[in-house]
């Protein structure tokens, strides 16, 4: 008999909804590599820095938006979040988490499909790969959720252009990704994600050459709380979400050696 293959095994990712957020975000959209729309938010071109931002399944959300304009602002970065889900579309924040087993076939699906990592790793590097050749001389990468994942696989792709890589609360987390791990890694877990399998990322990372740059720091809030399932009404919740963002800056700032504006 045939066996369904689970793509997303994170309980609290396949369960914790998105919420609204009246931010108005400072970027413009445009078409880069091999992408028709991304996000663009700092200088208007490619940066010494440079950071490319892979969000949740939910797609475009004014939470994710909000830090990219922060990471810009505080490292004089340019941040491109692309529309890895194109030409098709992100998860329904209607229809997560999934109710019947119909929804959660369909969103396991989704994960093999459109949102295969794999797939978004490839355009990840094309990208990464066109900064490089408009002259920025470091570009790095962070990741939410899903985008934790891709993050964490194109750190450890073969000729990987790629200059540090960062997962925030990263699903499928896998200490097999890490193995051929070439570049700095900011690992920064929620609660939620499986600590052992953390910890052996991080011990693995932190054998490398370069373990000096990395950092880890399981962060005490939910799945999701940088990003689109991120409440900034709730103190807690934004006091987490102001800690993560000025975490990355420390990161990519000591990476680098780029200073905070």
């Known amino acids: 008999m045939a066996s369904t293959t689970v793509h997303n095994d994170n309980a609290a990712c396949c369960s914790i909804p998105p919420v609204k957020s009246d931010y108005t975000p400072k970027g413009t959209f445009k078409a880069y590599g091999p992408f028709s729309k991304v996000y663009v938010t700092g200088p208007a071109t490619p940066t010494k820095l440079s950071l490319i931002c892979v969000y949740d399944i939910f797609g475009f959300k004014p939470q994710t938006q909000q830090g990219a304009d922060i990471l810009a602002e505080q490292l004089n970065a340019q941040v491109l979040m692309p529309d890895f889900f194109e030409p098709g579309e992100p998860w329904p924040a209607d229809k997560f988490p999934p109710q019947t087993d119909e929804e959660k076939s369909k969103l396991q699906a989704f994960f093999g499909g459109i949102a295969s990592p794999l797939t978004a790793v490839e355009k990840l590097i094309a990208v990464g790969k066109q900064l490089k050749s408009e002259g920025s001389t470091f570009v790095g990468t962070y990741g939410f959720c899903w985008g934790g994942k891709v993050t964490i696989l194109v750190g450890s792709a073969d000729s990987t252009p790629f200059d540090a890589v960062s997962a925030v609360h990263p699903a499928m987390l896998s200490v097999a990704d890490v193995e051929k791990l070439s570049v700095p890694l ?69 990476a680098s050696g780029t200073p905070v504006q």
Not at 202 to 220: C, E, G, L, T
């Open 186 to 254: 900011g690992l920064f877990p929620s609660l939620d994600e499986p600590k052992d399998e953390a910890d052996k990322i991080s011990d693995v990372a932190n054998k490398k050459p370069f373990a000096s740059k990395n950092m880890y720091k399981i962060f005490d809030s939910f799945h999701g709380f940088a990003a689109a399932r991120a409440n900034l009404d709730d103190a807690k919740n934004k006091e987490e979400y102001e800690k993560l963002y000025g975490t990355l800056i420390t990161f990519f700032s000591g």
